[in-house]
C-alpha cells in the first residue's frame, strides 16, 4: 500500500523533501512506518522518541495501523514559540 | 472564527468580532516577534504550518474553550511564512459576560496553540547560524 508521509521543520532537511510516498505492507502501523524511515535516515533515530504522528488530520499512537492513502505526518515538538 | 494566514494578521477586523453587548470582559493576547531568542540576536524568523491540521487543531480549541469558559466569542489567528520583527504572529481573543473567564480562556488558549497546533517557527540568527 502506499501513504503519503509529510515532513516538518528540521525533518525537512533530515529527509531532503517536504513529502514523499512510501511503500509499506498491507497491515502495516505507524510503528512499521518509523522503522522504514529510520533504516532510510539512521539520523532519525535521534528525535523519533520526540516526535508526534499525524493521520490523515489527526494525532495517532505509534501503534495505528495504516490504510492505502493515508496522510501521515511526522510533527517535530512545536513548544518553544512566542514566550 | 479561526484564520491562519501568510500576511500580516488584521487585528482591528478581530477585534470588531469580539463585539457582544452581553460581554463586560475581553481579553487579548498579541504574540509577537521579539529580537533575542535563547540570548542571541534574530534577524528574521519565519512560520512553518501544516495547514489542514493545524486548522482542524484551532478550530477544536476554540470550540473546547468556548464551552469550558462559557465564553460568548473567541478570535484565534496565526500568521505564517515570515513575520518581521515587532510584528504580530499570533492572536488570541476572547469575549465572557465577566472577567475571569475572559482570563483563564487567553491563557489557556495561547498555551494550547503554543504546545498542540502544528506550526513551526524558524529563526534566523545575526550571527548567520539556525
Not at chain 1, 503519503?4 to 513529502?19: I, K, W
Not at chain 2, 457582544?20 to 509577537?32: T, Y
Not at chain 2, 533575542?36 to 534574530?42: F, P, Q, R, T, Y
Not at chain 2, 482542524?56 to 464551552?67: K, P, S, V
Amino acid at each position: 500500500m502506499k501513504i503519503r508521509v509529510l515532513y516538518f521543520a528540521n525533518l525537512r532537511d533530515l529527509f531532503g523533501c517536504s513529502e514523499e510516498d512510501i511503500s509499506l505492507q498491507t497491515g502495516a502501523t505507524l510503528e512499521s512506518l518509523a522503522q522504514e524511515l529510520s533504516r532510510r535516515v539512521p539520523d532519525l533515530a535521534g528525535q523519533i522518541q520526540s516526535l508526534a504522528w499525524g493521520v490523515n488530520l489527526e494525532l495517532a499512537p505509534i501503534g495505528t495501523a495504516l490504510r492505502d492513502g493515508d496522510e501521515v505526518a511526522l510533527l517535530p515538538p512545536v513548544s518553544g514559540g512566542l514566550a | 472564527m479561526i484564520e491562519i494566514l501568510g500576511r500580516p494578521l488584521d487585528t482591528s477586523r478581530y477585534m470588531a468580532l469580539l463585539d457582544d453587548n452581553s460581554c463586560g470582559g475581553r481579553c487579548i493576547f498579541e504574540g509577537r516577534v521579539r529580537t533575542h531568542n535563547l540570548g542571541k540576536e534574530v534577524a528574521a524568523l519565519s512560520y512553518e504550518c501544516y495547514e489542514p491540521m493545524a486548522m482542524r487543531q484551532m478550530e477544536a480549541l476554540r470550540g473546547l474553550a468556548m464551552g469550558r469558559f462559557s465564553l460568548r466569542k473567541a478570535v484565534l489567528a496565526h500568521r505564517i511564512g515570515p513575520v518581521p520583527m515587532g510584528e504580530v504572529a499570533v492572536w488570541i481573543g476572547v469575549a465572557s459576560v465577566h472577567r475571569d473567564e475572559a482570563f483563564a480562556a487567553c491563557r489557556f488558549l495561547i498555551d494550547e496553540v503554543k504546545l498542540k497546533v502544528p506550526i513551526w517557527k524558524r529563526e534566523t540568527y545575526s550571527s548567520g547560524n539556525w
